[in-house]
C-alpha cells in the first residue's frame, strides 16, 4: 500500500504541473478540488471502504497541489515595468548570473529593483566591446521589449518566452548602452566557482586550440555557445549534439567509467571517486542548477548500476524529479536539459541492462560493452523526443555515434587533466593537451565526414505529439509493463 500512495502522489502532482502548464487553472478552482478530493478520501476511508477510491482521492489531492504550486509560481511582471514596455528606460541591476557568450553577442542576466521593491529580470544582448562578469553591477539605456517566440531552422516553434520565463525573465533589452558601476556584488562562493571556471578553461585552452577546444569545452563543461552555426549544425545532422548537451548523460558516462576501473578497490572508494567526479562536474560548471540536476540525475544511475537494484533507484529518481519540479514547476514542460537528463538516466538505469545481452560480442576490455550499451540505450530513448522536439532526424547517428562515445569517456578526463595540470603548469599540460587533441581532432573530423553526406538527416517539423506519446507509451509498457500490471492487480 505504500508504495501505491508515494507513486501515486508523485504521478498526481505531476499531472497537476503538466495540466496547469497547459491549460489555465485559477486559484481558487484548485483549492476547491483539493477540498473534493479530501471528501472523496474520507469517505473511501471510512464509510466505503474502498481502496482504490483512496488512491483516486490521493491523486486528485496531489494534483491539486501540482496546480496550486505552478500558481504560486506563475505570478505576472511587475505592473511599473508593463507600462514601460517599448519607451525607452534607464534602469539599473546586478548581473546575477554568468555571462552567455555566443557567436555574434553576449547575453547577461540582470535582476534589477523597482521603487515599490519588486524585482524582475532582464535579459540584455550586447557586443564584445565591453568585458562582464558575474556580480557586477552596471547601469544600462535602451527600449524595454517584451521576449517573441521564433521558428527554428527546422520550422519549429520555439517557445522562447516560456523558456525565459521559467528563470524569471519577463523583459529583453538588444544592444543597450552599458556603464559598470561597481564589481564584485554577488555571491562569494559563486564568484568563486565562476572564477575557477574561467582559469580553468584558459588553461586548457591554452594546451588545446581550437576548434578542437571548443568541443572539449563542450563534452566537459556544456560551453556550446561559442560554437558557431555551421559547427552546430554539423552535431545536429549526425545526431551528436547530445555530447556537448549539459546533461547527466556524459557525468553518468564518465562517473562510471572511474568506478569500474576501482571496481577491484573496495566499494566505498568506487562509489567515493564517482561521487567527486560528480561534484567536480558541478563545480567546473559554476554550481548552475542545471549542472546540479545533472549531477543528481548521474548520481542515481550510478548507484543503479552499482547496486543492481533498479527498482529501489527508480524511485529515488521519481521523488528526485518530483522534488526538481517542486523547486521550479516550469522545468517539466519548459526546460528541455532537464526533459533530457530525465529521459536519458532512465534509459540508463532501466533500459542499459537489457540492451546489453545484444552487445556480447564487443569486448569488455576498457568497458567498451558496457559504454555502447549506456550510449544506444540512452539514444534509443531519447529519439523521438528530440525528433518531436527539434524537428531533426539524423540518418547517420548510429554510425557517427558508434565511431565517437566508445571515446568520449577517454577524452573527458584528458580534458580534465589538462585543466587541472595546467593550473599548475602549462609545461605539464601540453602533452595532455596534444593526447587530447588527437581524440578531440579524430571525433570532430568523424563528425565533418558524416555532416557532409548528402541527405545526412531529414527535417521534419511537424512530428505529431501523439506519436511521441504513442512511441513513449510503448516503450514504458516494454519497461514497466510488468510493474504495472502487478500494481493494479496485486491486492492490497
Known sequence: MQDRIFYTSCFGFIFGVLLRSFIPVNFYTSILVGVISIAIFLFYTFISVNRWGILVGIFILAMS???????SVDVPAPQIFESSVGQKVVLSGEIIDEPSIGENNQKL???????????????????FDQEFKY????????????????????NKEFDYVNYLRKDGIFYVMTYPKIEIVSEGNGNKIKSVLFYVKDIFLSKMNLAIREPESLLMGGLILG?????????????????????????????TIVANWIMKI?????????????????????????????????????????????????YDVGRALILAGVLMVLLNPFILVFDVSFQLSFIAT????????????????????????????????????????IVYKMGNLSLVALPANTLILPLIPFTMILGFLTGF??????????????FSYFFLHYELSVISFFSNIPFASLTIPNFPLILTIAIYIYFIYRLFGRSIKNFITEPF
Request: aromatic letters at 12%.
Open 346 to 385: 532512465i534509459a540508463v538505469i532501466f533500459l542499459a541492462p537489457k540492451l546489453e545481452k545484444y552487445f556480447l560480442w564487443i569486448t569488455k576490455s576498457f568497458e567498451l560493452r558496457d559504454i555502447i550499451s549506456v550510449t544506444c540505450a540512452a539514444y534509443i530513448f531519447v529519439l523521438p523526443f
Open 135 to 154: 556580480g557586477d553591477e552596471i547601469s544600462f539605456k535602451g527600449t524595454l521589449k517584451k521576449p517573441d517566440n521564433f521558428t527554428t531552422d527546422q
Open 262 to 310: 576501482l571496481g577491484s578497490f573496495p566499494k566505498s572508494i568506487a562509489i567515493g571517486a564517482g561521487i567527486i567526479t560528480i561534484l567536480l562536474f558541478i563545480l567546473m560548471t559554476g554550481g548552475s542548477s542545471t549542472a546540479i540536476r545533472a549531477g543528481i540525475m548521474a548520481s542515481l544511475a550510478l548507484f543503479a548500476r552499482l547496486i543492481g537494484r533498479n
Open 109 to 127: 542576466t540582470v535582476e534589477i529593483l523597482a521603487p515599490n521593491k519588486s524585482k524582475t529580470k532582464i535579459l540584455l544582448s550586447t557586443n
Open 65 to 71: 497541489f501540482g496546480v496550486f504550486r505552478f500558481n
Open 421 to 434: 595540470v595546467g593550473l599548475v603548469s602549462y609545461t605539464l599540460s601540453v602533452p595532455l593537451g596534444l
Open 223 to 251: 560551453e556550446k555557445s561559442s560554437f558557431d552555426q555551421a559547427l552546430r549544425q554539423s552535431f545536429v545532422d549526425t545526431g551528436t549534439i547530445h555530447i556537448v548537451a549539459l546533461s547527466g548523460y556524459n557525468v
